[in-house]
């Protein structure tokens, strides 16, 4: 037993059938602690993933998951024709690229600002504030906004201040767009600027007092140093979340909507739901999870293998 | 010379003035962050008059205040229930995924071992591909996990971030200390518990709080799987409750809070806000250092 544990680093390498299988069970212990994760790995990833073959077949409620009749690209062609989907469609790119827009620079900016606080007991619980929301799930900060937001709400009151008159912010579908984009925008500004401000920690202070020297003001290093020092990550972080395109905030949004504003909160992810869970309508929402799926791949795929050749091998996620 | 000097203390001034307003911008999102929760806090603890008035609340206002809401709905069942669903869910879950993850990560953090390659795809390829909710909502089903909490606790059980996370750190341990189990006779499980294991308590710590937070707060899972109401967790509560408020368990719900109490719902809605919120709130200032951490290291590529 021992000997064989000891075995393990084997530097010379196994020629022959005998002296391989012999290299591999020495490894037994290891392989025994990666079952675990592949049994799960299998039932809850693989598994699902077999499933998608539905998206390609009627569902049988009587035989397995794959017993039902063969329709090729049917629910596919279904959802090109479906009006109720492209709506959606367009719904989850402009509300995911309006948050892109608007809500990348928020964070770079709220680095930058952190960054000239020179009190580090403000620094630190400013910051530890800002990333509260991101901590608190959908459900409840929903709630608090369907509240915030309702017609005896603080905005409400603020908008009868100045003249006007109360509305359903949340009823209408532009200002409900507006609304979940400022929101989401909010519950993630904090946390996205943790990435800046580490990178902004690593900045050598001997640049500052030369500027300083030089005679630059506040605003002057935070252009000349602090930002080109950041712009890698930035770029990088940029292309990378142009790769999560299709990703509009599920929790977000399903928690927010209301029947009232479907033609422009509904998202593909909500689609899903409604389609294939809630009509039962499985072989269709499997088709349209997949067509997400892909496409978020190709995505993710494209924008990591850009982001790789901008900042080389350590920026990227694979 | 002589010039500069009066053109240095402008300078310092403007940097007074912009260091002020720096502050007061960083202390304005920071505010803003905070605005819903402190709305809701007071809100929970108003009486009508101050709960109904309109505009901003920032602090509960003393002479204006009561309990009550939160008396009654401590006597709901379903808050107990779901509370007690969500701790179970949140400790198991936690638990699970930090015991499949450690051992998941220890081999793959061996870079002799034969098939490492292979167990690293299996892994890496569920980040980037998955079957999607109704696949897996049908596979959860074929197995027999729908009303279960055991399928809550699963979710995220094997997570590839997190178990490349992991992994690194394990890489970075050196190996001469493995080594020395070794020879004193330690079998590799040993040393992975009596060595490898106590020496990555913060990257344990950081992740555990990482998954325990998720589970926490998850609902979606126990939207789709769960429908029997004893094994509602306490974030499905709240969102039937308050979100999904048409149906006729939240009309009751909110009858049997206000009851007794000169209350209306919107403290009793704020103070279920609240009974959810209360645990992250208090362990937020302790653990939000590994939570700050946990974006670092994830961000060390592998």
Known sequence: ?318 | MSKKNPNAIRKTRGDAIFGWIVAILVGFIALTALYPFLHVTSVSLSTNDEAFRGGFHFFPIPGKMTIDAYKNLLKAPSVWLGYKNTILVTAGGTFLALVVYTLFAYPLARRDLPGRNVFTFLLVFTMLFNGGIIPTYIAMKQLNLLNTLFVLMCQNIVSAFNIMVIRNFFMSIPTDLEEAARIDGAGHFTTFAQIVLPLSKPVLTTIGLWVGVGHWNSWFAATMYIQDKNKLVLQAVLRNTLILMSNDNASNFFKQAVEGTELGQIQVKSALIMISLIPILVIYPFVYKYFEKGIMIGAVKG
């Open chain 1, 1 to 318: 037993m021992k000997k064989s544990a000891l075995a393990a680093p084997a530097q010379d390498r196994p020629s022959g059938f005998a002296q391989k299988c012999k290299h591999i069970w020495s490894y037994r212990v290891f392989y025994l602690m990666l079952i675990p994760g592949l049994v799960c790995l299998f039932f809850f990833h693989y598994m699902p993933m077999y499933g998608i073959g539905l998206a390609f077949r009627e569902f049988s409620f009587t035989g397995g998951i794959l017993s039902g009749e063969f329709v090729g690209m049917k629910y596919f062609q279904q959802a090109f024709r479906d009006k109720f989907f492209l709506q959606a469609l367009r719904n989850t790119v402009v509300i995911s690229f309006s948050k892109l827009i608007f809500g990348f620079p928020i964070p770079v900016i709220f680095a930058l600002l952190l960054n000239e606080i020179t009190n580090q007991k403000y620094k630190k619980v400013a910051q530890a504030f800002s990333f509260l929301p991101y901590f608190v799930s959908w459900v409840v900060l929903s709630s608090i906004f369907i509240n915030l937001f309702s017609l005896d709400g603080p905005f409400n009151y603020l908008v009868q201040i100045f003249g006007g008159q109360p509305t359903v912010f949340l009823g209408e579908g532009n200002t409900f767009v507006k609304i979940v984009v400022i929101t989401g925008i909010w519950q993630t500004l904090g946390w996205n600027s943790v990435i800046y401000t580490a990178a902004l920690s690593g900045v050598d202070p001997q640049l500052y007092e030369a500027a300083v020297l030089d005679g630059a003001g506040k605003l002057k290093q935070m252009w000349h140093i602090s930002l080109p020092a950041i712009s890698n990550v930035i770029v990088i972080m940029l292309i990378l979340s142009v790769g999560s395109i299709l990703n509009a905030g599920f929790d977000q949004i399903f928690n927010m909507m209301n029947s009232a504003v479907l033609d422009k909160a509904e998202i593909i992810d909500t689609y899903v739901y409604k389609k294939g869970l809630q009509e039962m309508n499985y072989s269709y929402g499997t088709a349209i999870g997949l067509f997400k799926s892909v496409v978020g791949l190709i995505f993710v795929l494209t924008t990591n293998k850009i982001a790789s050749v901008v900042g080389g091998d350590e920026s990227t996620l694979f």
